[in-house]
């Protein structure tokens, strides 16, 4: 069972274009959750997903900052416009369907660099 | 509103040595906790995970208590050895909320 993949790794653009960042969940798990870790900074929660739905998106910027989990294929973290501020590396997690979730298993992340 | 702190930032130890890293937190009320090690420039490996209701967990060299009452949880690592260097990351999560509340970690080094 392979763990949670991210893709790409490593991602730089130009300020003023678009990130996209991509989480596949671990096989069975329909609860994708993203965060983000700002150089010196803890992780800090962005948004949590469920299969065509965004369940909780209070920590997600107000602008420029997307997320979706379609029905088929992975979760998407967008990012347009990007500005410097924007570097960081963003991490996903998933964990399994039902009420009782516990654990959330984490992928490599995808570092951003903006120049 | 929960905050979670961990002490010390940083730790150096000699090979061999038992060590403890704090982990508290303001708001009692928390569904679980868990420990994670970061390795630099990777993701989070999950050590341990304790639930509201359990006083601790083990794993190997690995032990890790919660005090809900006091806002307090420690990771004990016994026998410690270089591979065991990393960053050490506490989260909680609320009994209201979803997300994963991290603290800042706590950046261990292990000297051979």
């Known amino acids: 069972n392979a763990g949670v993949m991210q893709n790409p790794r490593h991602l730089v653009r130009r300020r003023g274009q678009e990130a996209r960042l991509r989480c596949s969940p671990m096989k069975g798990h329909s609860h994708v959750y993203w965060y983000r870790q700002l150089p010196e900074e803890g992780l800090k929660f962005m948004v949590y997903l469920q299969k065509e739905n965004i369940i909780d998106e209070s920590g997600m910027p107000k602008e420029r900052f997307s997320a979706e989990f379609p029905k088929e294929g992975p979760s998407i973290l967008r990012i347009q416009q990007v500005v410097r501020g924007d570097s960081a590396a963003y991490f996903c997690a998933s964990s399994p369907p039902g009420e009782n979730v516990y654990e959330q298993y984490f992928g490599p992340g995808t570092r951003l660099t903006v120049t | 509103k929960q905050e979670v702190t961990q002490i010390p930032a940083a730790l150096s130890v000699p090979e061999g040595e038992n060590l403890v890293l704090n982990c508290s937190f303001t708001d009692s009320a928390i569904y679980n906790l868990q420990w994670f090690r970061q390795d630099p420039g990777k993701g989070l490996t999950s050590l341990l995970l304790i639930q509201s209701s359990q006083r601790e967990q083990t794993s190997g060299r690995l032990n890790a208590s919660l005090d809900k009452s006091s806002g307090r949880s420690t990771l004990y690592i016994a026998a410690s050895q270089p591979g065991d260097s990393a960053t050490y990351l506490c989260?909680?999560?609320?009994?209201?909320?979803?997300?994963?509340?991290f603290g800042k970690g706590t950046t261990l080094s292990v000297s051979s």
């Open positions: 989260a909680v999560k609320d009994q209201a909320g979803t997300a994963l509340i």
